[in-house]
């Protein structure tokens, strides 16, 4: 499918990926969305802002075949308030328009569910943080926890367990409700929302060029990619060219985030499994791989390495040959450890055919980043939509047709080795010249977008600067919140001591999901 | 020396070292995963803190769940008061047999499973199903380890059967292999230890023993985790003196005692490297591979006393 052929009036973005940008009216919104979802395309994010003049716009990007994408705005009136719902046809909208809902007040007209989401009843009802007459920071006196209405199922033997949002471990806050027979589990529902922090209004107070700081704090073991899209997106909009060397530079920050998330999950799914030995093994490997990120990018978690117009600092030849070293010296371990996981039948046990999400659920549900890989999914967008410098690199993307918790293994193992790989090269083949464009901040107005392949998926950044070059709207999407939903449906028929470990198996965001 | 004097030794005994063992194992798994550890004697450590800190109280508890933790301790120092560690000359194990043991071990989980429904949380009440459905597999065939050991003894007594395995005369019981098999299955699933439950497991819904306990503080989860300890000390010396009775006195003199201490601490030490090793190598097993685990104990168990009873040996 072709974005012409839907009709409508849309112009190409100087994006470093495959974007266009048009504008949409009620009708058109919902007959695109119905093209889209009929031949297969992706919803990649929906939100919505309040211009400067009070127009209200509700936004969508659709990842229309492969890595090309279509950003659709939606003037609405202000007395109506309402746009047409989309959930209907990507359920991955629901808790999104939601969302929308929460912070703007602003409904899906149409919507089956319209149950608040990030709102758990601190502010009033009638408040909504993201419109321009608050600022966000009020404090209401009448906080009232409400009452979520979650869909309760009914029969025989059938119970219900409510789980967090305080955990017995020490772990992000998320409240899972199962609807259970004995040990199987009928239904989950998730409430999350509990960390949400009013990162898009607190965007505002930003000025364009440090935006990129709260951006990298919006999920920690993220941050690398966030800073990213989110500099991405500002150097699009101010038009800066950013010197090769420093490109480089963050694939190279990227990947070791990538290796660095995954070795830990890999520990963390092996002790959920009741395996300790493997959490240890990882866990010493990761710890030696975020002991160099301190020496060599100043951060265990690269935070604020890379920022607008390039990197921070430039890696010496010294640091360079540490890097390449590590590789070598990982790898090894790396295989030691997935014959001993692979060769392991109890591991295996727990592992084959647990949370299995099988690629047709996987496509219509939205599944994206490592867990669409591991349904099938062959998306990445180091590959789809390849930027500098991977578009020079040739990432092999690893697709596993399996969908169960075995399969999200094999895709971090793949991962590892493939990010291994990467780093390698990127290091041996590194370009010279300036790690940092050395530029004043200019003071164009715009709005453009980032787009950057994060350990768990895509995480896309929607920025909109004014001429001062303070950041009017800023929207930094996690890939967490089309797989959420998706958990739900994982763990349909599994028994309740098993999701843990499939819960681990996607490891997803709540920060970044709540924002 | 008084028989009562060995009596209370061999009550003194287990409650003094029952927390070594406990920090003994988990100290071997800390090794054996390349981890420092915290040390053989953070039990001791735990429970210093834990006394030492207010009990908190569910609203929704009853006197139930402040009783249960004396009678689960109870129980278990019961149950290793009748079990000879040191030597065979115990008064109160004449009251009791091995088959009043495994009661013991029933009355210790009937209380920690009320208690944690009592309170009415979905997680003790899932644990606490989870602990029948393992107690109801694991009984039988503890009872069947049992019979195959006291057809040889002629008494289901355990002084008796001990003597007749260490004292009697030297002899291989083939019945006794299997019976020794079946044991540790049943040994892994009654004190929580993987691969059946995780005792050093934070995830709620994986929870056996844990989740049963989990509303606990203060002292009475102190004591709770103390009966825990005994719980595993009293499965090791059964062990012992079912399969190992090499070293146990048969009176409680002084003589006998120093050979007697130093073989079964030697002996414990064995057991918890085992025990670490089988916890290191293995992972946890799905729920609902817990009964065909202890149905493997209960067949092994069986095949233990057939074949006593057709071999005759």
């Excluded at chain 1, 027979?181 to 989950?188: A, M």
């Excluded at chain 2, 569910?58 to 290793?80: E, H, I, K, Q």
């Amino acid at each position: 499918m072709n974005i012409a052929d839907l009709e409508l009036s849309v112009t190409a973005m100087p994006t470093r990926f495959p974007l266009s940008r048009g504008t949409a009216t009620a009708g058109e919104w919902e007959s695109a969305a119905l093209a889209i979802a009929e031949n297969h395309g992706r919803l990649v994010t929906i939100w919505a802002s309040q211009k400067r003049n009070g127009q209200f716009v509700v936004s969508a990007v659709y990842d229309i075949e492969n890595g090309e994408l279509l950003w659709l705005d939606l003037p609405i009136l202000k007395k109506e308030a309402k746009y047409p719902d989309i959930s209907s046809l990507f359920p991955a909208a629901t808790r999104m328009q939601r969302a929308i809902k929460d912070l703007l007040g602003i409904d899906a007209d149409g919507a089956s569910d319209k149950r608040p989401w990030l709102s758990h009843g601190a502010w009033p009802e009638d408040y909504f943080p993201l419109r321009n007459e608050n600022t966000g920071k009020e404090k209401s006196s009448q906080v009232q926890v409400d009452d979520y209405q979650f869909v309760t199922v009914a029969g025989e033997g059938v119970h219900e367990i409510a789980v967090g949002p305080v955990h017995a471990g020490i772990i992000e806050p998320g409240h899972f409700r199962f609807s259970v027979v004995g040990e199987k589990t009928l239904r989950l529902e998730e409430r999350l929302g509990y960390t949400h922090k009013g990162v898009d209004r607190a965007f505002q107070d930003f000025s364009a060029v440090e935006g990129y700081r709260l951006a990298g704090r919006m999920s920690g073991d993220s941050t690398v990619a966030y800073s990213w899209s989110y500099c991405m997106s500002l150097e699009n909009i101010w038009k800066w060219r950013v010197p090769t060397r420093a490109l480089w530079l963050r694939a190279v920050a990227l990947e070791r985030e990538r290796v660095g998330n995954h070795l830990g999950d890999l520990g963390a799914i092996g002790n959920d499994a009741g395996f300790a030995f493997g959490l240890s093994q990882f866990m010493r490997l990761r710890e030696d791989w975020l002991r160099l990120n301190k020496s060599v990018f100043g951060h265990r978690l690269m935070m604020d390495y890379v920022l607008p117009g390039g990197v921070v600092g430039d890696i010496d030849p010294e640091g360079l040959l540490q890097i390449r070293k590590q590789c070598d010296e990982i790898e090894i371990e790396v295989h030691t450890l997935q014959g001993i996981y692979d060769d392991h039948s109890g591991l295996q046990d727990r592992f084959l055919t647990a949370g299995t999400v099988p690629k047709e659920l996987a496509v219509r549900l939205g599944l994206i980043g490592l867990a669409g890989r591991a349904s099938g999914v062959a998306h990445d967008v180091r590959v789809n939509a390849a930027a500098e410098p991977y578009s020079e690199l040739a990432v092999n993307i690893s697709v596993r047709e399996g969908g169960d918790v075995a399969a999200r293994v094999d895709v971090r193992f793949d991962e590892v080795f493939e990010s291994l790989r990467l780093i390698r090269y990127l290091v041996e083949n590194l370009p010279s010249g300036s790690n940092r464009k050395e530029a004043a901040p200019r003071n164009s107005s715009g709005s453009s977008a980032g787009w950057i392949e994060g350990w768990r998926g895509g995480i896309f950044t929607a920025l909109d600067v004014d001429s001062t070059g303070q950041i009017l709207r800023c929207h930094v999407h996690d890939p967490s919140w089309q797989n959420w939903p998706v958990i739900e449906h994982a763990v349909i028929g599994d028994i309740v001591p098993d999701f843990p470990l499939i819960n681990k198996s996607f490891n997803l965001s709540y920060s970044g999901h709540d924002r | 020396m008084s028989r009562a004097f060995s009596q209370l030794i061999s009550i003194l005994t287990p409650i003094l070292l029952a927390p070594l063992l406990l920090g003994w194992v988990n100290q071997m798994r800390a090794w054996l995963s390349n981890r420092r550890g915290p040390g053989v004697l953070q039990p001791y450590r735990m429970l210093h803190k834990l006394f030492n800190k207010d009990s908190v109280m569910a609203d929704t508890a009853s006197s139930l769940f402040r009783f249960a933790p004396y009678a689960v301790f109870g129980s278990m120092l019961l149950a290793n008061a009748i079990i000879p560690t040191l030597s065979t000359d115990l008064p109160l194990a004449s009251a009791a047999d091995a088959i009043a043991l495994v009661g013991l071990f029933a009355l210790a989980r009937i209380f920690i499973s009320l208690a944690a429904m009592d309170i009415g949380t979905a997680f003790g009440t899932l644990g606490a199903r989870r602990e029948m459905l393992v107690g109801f597999l694991a009984e039988p065939a503890l009872l069947t380890v049992l019979f195959s050991a006291s057809l040889i003894g002629q008494s289901t007594a355990l002084p008796t059967i001990v003597e007749a395995v260490a004292h009697k005369h030297f002899a291989i019981y083939p019945s006794l292999v299997f019976a020794g098999m079946a044991f540790i299955l049943v040994f892994l699933a009654e004190n929580a230890r993987v691969p059946v439950d995780n005792p050093a497991t934070h995830l709620e819904l994986t929870m056996i023993h844990e989740a049963m306990i989990l509303e606990y503080s203060g002292r009475h989860l102190a004591l709770m985790e103390w009966a825990a300890s005994l719980k595993l000390f009293a499965y090791s010396t059964l062990g012992i003196a079912l399969f190992l009775p090499w070293g146990i006195g048969q009176k409680a003199t002084p003589s006998s005692l120093l050979l007697a201490l130093p073989s079964l601490a030697l002996k414990l030490a064995l057991i918890g490297i085992v025990l670490a090793l089988v916890e290191t190598f293995s992972a946890k097993l799905r729920i609902f591979r817990v009964p065909e685990f202890l149905a493997t104990a209960f067949l092994l168990g069986v095949i233990g006393m057939l074949t006593h009873i057709l071999l005759g040996a």
